[in-house]
């Protein structure tokens, strides 16, 4: 990870932009015991904090440095050692935002989240779309190179965070009882829009506008580059 990059990504419309649209999906969650795994800067914990009890779980310290608390949650240090130690039933939404495209194991990780929700309880999971990689490189980069190499699910760099690796919902769930609710895209058209848009007054709002527009609909959030799944334990 290069931490000033990821820092200052976060810092951009774009970045922020992103978070917009996070907020949004989340913003219904109330009086729920929540676990964020993964929680880099703890920019979600915090949002979620105001309604919620948050347990924030991160290996990175240097993240944890700089974390945002505006208001109050717990926070520890660590990864999937830190899930083994708590118990069954423990949690009512488990929140994993861009996580598994950098573990060598992401079953594992979804079959900890298992055993630690509630029946009934619900895994919130953004993962990288292959789709909306593959239509970024092809319309915004011009790079056929990069897309064909996604497509055919190889490993690829990401702006801050090193190396991720596609993974299919469907590999890291199997024979386990989460099921999909339901999906929604972020950040749909940003990737698709050529830089110098970005800089033009009202853009922000108005990109912004659209995304939450159409974020849960097909075909839009089909293509998105990210995808946010609603995991439901059965």
């Given at each position: 990870?290069?931490?000033q990059?990821?820092?200052k ?18 913003i ?5 015991k929540?676990?964020?795994f ?6 979600v ?9 948050v347990?924030?779980?991160?290996p990175?310290?240097q ?17 999937i ?10 949690f009512d ?9 950098y573990?060598?194991?992401p079953?594992s990780?979804?079959?900890?989240f298992?055993?630690?929700l509630?029946?009934?309880g ?55 009882p ?5 999906y ?22 108005n ?5 939450l527009?159409?974020?849960d ?18």
């Amino acid at each position: 990870m290069d931490l000033q990059e990821y820092k200052k990504y976060i810092q951009e419309p774009w970045g922020q932009l992103y978070y917009e649209i996070v907020f949004q999906q989340l913003i219904n969650l109330e009086n729920q015991k929540i676990l964020d795994f993964g929680s880099g800067f703890g920019i979600v914990s915090n949002f979620l904090a105001q309604k919620n009890q948050v347990l924030a779980v991160e290996p990175n310290q240097q993240l944890i440095n700089e974390r945002k608390d505006t208001y109050d949650y717990e926070q520890v240090c660590g990864s999937i050692e830190v899930l083994d130690q708590l118990p069954d039933a423990s949690f009512d939404i488990i929140i994993c935002h861009n996580v598994l495209e950098y573990v060598e194991d992401p079953a594992s990780y979804l079959k900890e989240f298992a055993r630690l929700l509630k029946v009934g309880g619900k895994v919130s999971l953004i993962k990288h779309n292959q789709v909306g990689r593959i239509m970024q490189a092809v319309v915004f980069e011009n790079n056929i190179k990069k897309a064909r190499a996604l497509e055919a699910g190889q490993a690829y760099q990401t702006h801050s965070m090193g190396e991720a690796h596609l993974y299919k919902l469907e590999d890291v769930t199997q024979d386990l009882p989460l099921e999909i609710q339901d999906y929604q895209g972020i950040r749909v058209f940003y990737g698709l829009q050529i830089n110098e848009f970005k800089t033009v007054p009202d853009w922000h709002e108005n990109l912004l506008g659209m995304e939450l527009a159409v974020y849960d609909q097909s075909p839009y959030r089909d293509i998105a580059a990210f995808q946010h799944l609603w995991l439901r334990k059965i």
